[in-house]
């Protein structure tokens, strides 16, 4: 063997096993020995292309081709270094030259094919490719090659087989993967797209297109799934997509609404706070936080993160409405109008910002200006429930009953409210001569008691009324006359032919302040409970009065409602007065005498009423329970009272025994307390 013929033997295994430096020392070598060497030409040539050095490449190939004109293989590597410098009408040229000396030769074929695909002639280059796979189908590039001739010349069908055989052919080809990906993200096919970019990522890391691609596939199929209220499909779209894209703080806020919305408010909570960690500035994440805060009471945290999110985005009308909920809960009610006019000023039709509003100046007893708010919000959302509920109330309160029934109706259609369903038609008014109807309670305990005297009006049309009760007050209405039926709630009340919720009744019968039934019906109290309790009562000396400082801790409003033990333990100090508590399940405080216990029900709470003097109470059942047995009562009531005791009154026509005390300050409990006391004490030296 001659020294060139060794030489190549050992360039060609050199640069087979990718030691092209190696080779090309060996290429030159035989160069130096014999410059007119072709096949050292035309493989160091080669090997320039493949490392990027294109023109070099063309000039030895070019030059190989002088020396041996007829190798078919010299031309096809000519048009692949031409083809990488972008001269693909050379490169098509030169691919044609082979395919002249060869016919059917599939390598030339294929990169024929691949030049006239360069060169923008796609159905050329597809009908190349074909006749190439179909010589010599085992080759996984050709099938991909031919794969982009076909979608480029608009027949995308065939373009998926071209790639899926490619992909089969070499399960680890990524970019058969890719294309497959590319074509099938072109058709918003994201399921096929994901796995197909996805698989491409993990073949090939550094494919950064394919990353890309994965990362606006995931993200179209959240979005997409999200619009749709596909919350499960979504979520994992966007928990893929935050693996793909650790630092988009947008994937991590998307995956907290989905969370959000599928009730898992802890994982959305992290979520959202992975993205405000991610983009301090991100205003939407920092807003849906603060709103999971707000629900479970956080409201200092909540507020913190709206006013960053309200800095980083002052016309984002979404934190400032939840920034003036943040601030109305903790009693700054002036910076929560201010976040609510801001609202207005970005959205002026935001129903809910209206209807807020309203709520603020309700409880500044500003009740008129609340109406034109609420009838604002109506005017651009006419459905809201809640706008509608409460004009009813500011209604009531102003004392116009006939429109303020109407909008109280709009309790039933509230989010809050649970909705009850009946086999039975709700009674509108028709003939009940002959026929049943259940009467049904739906709201608390002094809520019953002051529309129970309604009841007996139905039972006077006719009708055999059932009244379902709540379960604690069924023993007292039973004890009711005039009322044929109770059933405490949960219990099966039976077939009727009508049902009606108690509080509809009002409306119902037209009820004005003017025209108003007594309390009632008279409750027919058992005597062993009557005589228990004045044995306990009835011996005291002086004024008998009974005590009531808190009503139900588990409702906000009986919250509100409630003064601390001690303000009202203060009237038990007046001279001539023996108070006693009527606080079920509370220890009295000092020089209050305790009665009931855990074990008392609404009947001994009545008959200990029935044996006091007077009864002082906060605004819970205790005072409507007195004034249905007509008992003396002063009831104590926070600035912003509730709205059956109207606005301004000191008295009601809801019960005429009934003197009502008001807060003149927010939250003022002593100096009303002092101005009942100089009243009690007055009534006790005058008898």
């Not at 003064?563 to 038990?572: E, R, T």
């Not at 047995?629 to 809801?654: I, N, S, Y």
């Amino acid at each position: 063997m001659d020294t060139c013929a060794k030489l190549l033997e050992q360039a060609v295994a050199a640069h087979r096993s990718g030691r092209r430096s190696e080779a090309a020392g060996y290429y030159r070598a035989i160069l130096d020995e014999a410059p007119m060497h072709a096949d050292a030409l035309h493989l160091l040539g080669l090997l320039s292309s493949d490392e990027g050095r294109h023109i070099e490449a063309v000039s030895l190939v070019r030059q190989a081709i002088r020396i041996a004109p007829t190798q078919p293989v010299y031309h096809i590597n000519l048009g692949l270094a031409l083809g990488r410098q972008g001269k693909f009408d050379e490169a098509v040229k030169s691919c044609q030259d082979a395919v002249r000396l060869a016919p059917g030769h599939a390598p030339a074929l294929a990169q024929l094919g691949r030049a006239l695909l360069g060169g923008g002639r796609p159905g050329e280059a597809a009908a190349a490719l074909r006749e190439a796979a179909a010589r010599e189908p085992g080759r996984a590039d050709w099938w991909n090659a031919l794969g982009r001739a076909e979608a480029e010349s608009g027949s995308p069908c065939a373009a998926r087989g071209c790639f899926e055989r490619a992909a089969a052919i070499d399960p680890g080809f990524s970019e058969a993967w890719h294309n497959l990906g590319q074509l099938a993200l072109q058709e918003r096919d994201w399921g096929a797209a994901i796995e197909a970019l996805e698989r491409a990522a993990r073949l090939e890391p550094g494919l950064e297109l394919a990353r890309r691609q994965l990362a606006e596939c995931l993200r179209n199929a959240g979005e997409e799934a999200a619009s749709d209220a596909r919350w499960e499909r979504a979520a994992a779209a966007f928990q893929q997509l935050a693996g793909v894209e650790p630092g988009d703080a947008e994937a991590r806020f998307n995956l907290g609404f989905a969370l959000s919305a599928l009730g898992r408010r802890e994982d959305a909570e992290t979520r959202y706070r992975e993205a405000v960690e991610i983009d301090a500035g991100h205003a939407k994440a920092r807003n849906n936080l603060a709103h999971l805060l707000l629900a479970r009471g956080e409201s200092a945290e909540a507020e913190r993160h709206l006013r960053l999110a309200v800095e980083a985005a002052p016309g984002y009308w979404e934190a400032h409405y939840n920034l003036g909920i943040a601030c109305q809960e903790a009693g700054r009610i002036h910076e929560a109008l201010s976040n609510y006019d801001r609202v207005l000023d970005l959205v002026p039709g935001h129903a809910d910002a209206h209807n807020n509003t309203g709520g603020i100046l309700l409880s500044l007893n500003r009740h008129t200006e609340a109406v034109s708010c609420y009838q604002r919000a109506l005017r651009t959302d006419p459905q809201h429930a809640d706008a509608r509920w409460n004009r009813g109330l500011a209604l009531l309160a102003l004392g116009d009953f006939e429109a303020g029934w109407e909008d109280y109706e709009a309790r039933l259609e509230r989010k809050d409210v649970p909705h009850r369903e009946f086999p039975m038609p709700r009674w509108k008014g028709e003939d009940l001569q002959g026929r049943s109807i259940l009467v049904w309670a739906e709201q608390g305990l002094g809520d019953t008691l002051q529309f129970l005297r309604f009841v007996p009006m139905v039972a006077a049309l006719g009708a055999r009324v059932t009244f379902e009760s709540q379960t604690r007050l069924a023993p007292l209405i039973a004890a009711a006359e005039g009322i044929e039926r109770v059933v405490p709630r949960g219990c099966d009340a039976g077939p009727h032919d009508f049902h009606i919720p108690l509080m509809s009744l009002p409306r119902a019968f037209r009820a004005t302040p003017g025209n108003l039934p007594p309390p009632g019906p008279p409750i027919r109290l058992p005597e062993a409970r009557v005589e228990r309790w004045a044995a306990a009562v009835s011996a005291a000396p002086g004024l008998r009065a009974g005590l009531c400082w808190e009503g139900n801790p588990a409702n906000r409003g009986g919250r509100a409602r409630s003064m601390p033990a001690a303000a009202m333990a203060g009237l038990a100090r007046i001279a001539g007065v023996t108070a006693f508590s009527l606080q079920r399940g509370v220890a009295p405080p000092a020089g209050v005498a305790g009665l009931e216990d855990e074990n008392s029900d609404p009947l001994d709470l009545a008959a200990i009423v029935s044996q006091l003097d007077l009864v002082l109470t906060v605004d819970t059942m205790t005072a409507h329970l007195a004034g249905l047995l007509g008992k003396p009562v002063w009831t104590l009531l926070p600035f912003a009272a509730d709205w059956r005791w109207m606005a301004g009154r000191a008295d009601t026509p809801w019960y005429g025994s009934m003197w009502l005390w008001r807060q003149t300050r927010p939250g003022d409990w002593e100096e009303l307390t002092s101005r009942v006391a100089a009243q009690l004490a007055a009534l006790c030296r005058h008898g």
